[in-house]
């Protein structure tokens, strides 16, 4: 605790630092970011930006980036990308944007992105899932897999899954996104012996076309596979993260 206050006097340490290296949170007037969760559990917390006004999330996420040297934003919308890009031009100018749909991820100059020796392999049925698929995508680019992604190989041309089949064989885990009644995963998780994650997206029309069919349909696999809640990209991506850090880790 010393140290933490000397670092503060001496300039070296903001005080929003040392509150976070010390109660491993921070509280602002848009929340409390918890900046010691990648330590306790292997995935950063995320500001889910839906629901929140530009000016909370370009909050917590210059919180983020001065605490954990990255934020990673889910949801976004042009508005509150605005607000990112403003706030961190003036908080943390040297700061670098990246943005992969609805997903922002933000580095300061200082961060050094890990890298990991195992692959995740994202698969789209259709265009219509891509998005969601990007949010696990760059949760699992944040944490340093190595990405293979497969789009539009749904069901409906099943020659088009078929002829992936030696590139979904190669990965470490996979990512498979499908809206509708939530088929591909399962067939995929039939032609592989690779841990498969299903998410079940909120496409179509009429009965399930708010993802409750493509769920149902995937909670009721006869293949073995495990299935995240309707457009859950985020906790999608954060369960391939951490079973390719395993992967990484069995390999030293």
């Known amino acids: 605790m010393r140290d933490l206050l000397e670092a503060v ?11 976070a290296k010390l109660a491993g949170y921070v509280t602002g007037d848009a929340g409390r970011f918890d900046a010691a ?10 500001v889910f930006a839906a629901g929140k006004t530009p000016a909370q999330v370009a909050a917590l996420a210059g919180t983020a980036v001065e605490t954990t040297g990255r934020a990673l934003v889910t949801r976004a919308d042009d508005d509150h990308v605005a607000a990112l890009q403003s706030h961190l031009g003036e908080e943390h100018p040297d700061a670098t944007l ?4 609805s997903s922002v991820l ?9 890298t990991l020796e195992a692959t995740v392999g994202i698969v789209t049925a259709g265009t219509v899932d891509g998005p969601i698929a990007d949010e696990a995508q760059i949760v699992c680019e944040d944490a340093g897999a190595t990405i293979d992604r497969i789009d539009d190989v749904g069901v409906a041309a099943l020659d088009r899954v078929l002829d992936q089949a030696d590139r979904l064989r190669e990965a470490d885990v996979l990512i498979v996104a499908a809206g509708r009644e939530g088929a591909l995963p399962t067939v995929i998780a039939g032609l592989v012996d690779t841990p498969v994650i299903g998410v079940p997206v909120a496409s179509g029309y009429g009965h399930g076309g708010d993802g409750e069919a493509a769920l149902s349909g995937l909670l009721q696999s006869c293949t073995v596979l495990s299935v995240v809640n309707i457009d859950a990209g985020f906790v999608a991506g954060a369960q391939a993260a951490l079973i390719a850090r395993a992967i990484d880790r069995s390999g030293e």
Do not use: K, M, N, V
């Not at 006097?9 to 509150?19: I, K, R």
């Not at 969760?37 to 995320?46: D, K, S, W």
């Not at 990246?98 to 749909?101: N, P, S």
């Not at 933000?106 to 890990?114: F, I, K, L």
């Open 9 to 19: 006097a001496a300039g070296e340490l903001s005080p929003t630092e040392a509150e």
């Open 37 to 46: 969760r990648e330590q306790r559990r292997g995935i950063p917390e995320a």
């Open 98 to 101: 990246e943005r992969r749909g």
């Open 106 to 114: 933000a580095h300061g100059p200082d961060y050094e992105r890990p």
